[in-house]
């Protein structure tokens, strides 16, 4: 029986892309059940700057899979088989915040956590900056709510309430920051 292309585009979107620790792809496996094993693979970190510095957090909405209602980044997700992180990353900052911007690549790196539900991160994970001064419309099925906020402000908030904030969020942001800076980012 042949398959229905609306299935295979589903199939496609729940999917992620398997990589060893060099980046190479090695396959694909359902979102969830990677995430329940922890299994390696690509994901991509959106950090979107204003003009006068300030980062754009969301609010996970309290329906996701894992880190409900936690502050993050301006956007996070996983590239589709078949699909750069770039080309992924400027469609997922569409689909969530409704708004594009120019990304550049700013670092990668790898890191495992344990997550509430029972859950595993373990990602390559692509960060990318870009800057805006719009306002964002987000996608309530994705956030909850959002904020532009002064880094120094941010810091100090991540410091008296960290649970407040996701894992990988804390992990990156003054390395963000720090290459942001030196790079030209954020001036």
Known sequence: ?????????????????????????????EKMQAHREGKLH???????????????????ARTKYHSGGLWTNTCCS??????S???AA???LHEEMGFDC????????????????NLFEHELDQ????????QPTPNPREVDDWKWMNISVLKQDIRENPEN??????????????QSQKNQHLQ
């Open 42 to 60: 690509s994901a991509f970190s959106i950090f979107v700057f204003n003009t006068v510095g300030e980062l754009l957090l969301q609010r996970r």
């Open 165 to 178: 904030y996701t894992y990988w969020f804390k992990l990156t942001l003054d390395r963000v920051v720090e």
């Open 127 to 134: 960060v990318f900056v870009g800057c805006y001064d719009g």
């Open 78 to 83: 996983h590239p589709r088989p078949g699909e």
């Open 1 to 29: 029986m042949k398959q229905n292309p609306c299935e295979r585009i589903q199939i496609v979107k729940d999917h992620v892309v398997l990589v060893d620790r060099m980046g190479r792809e090695i396959g694909t496996q």
């Open 102 to 117: 120019r990304l550049t690549g700013l670092f990668t790196f790898i890191y495992h956590t344990q997550l509430d539900n």
């Open 85 to 87: 992180c770039h080309r």
């Open 90 to 92: 400027r469609r997922r």
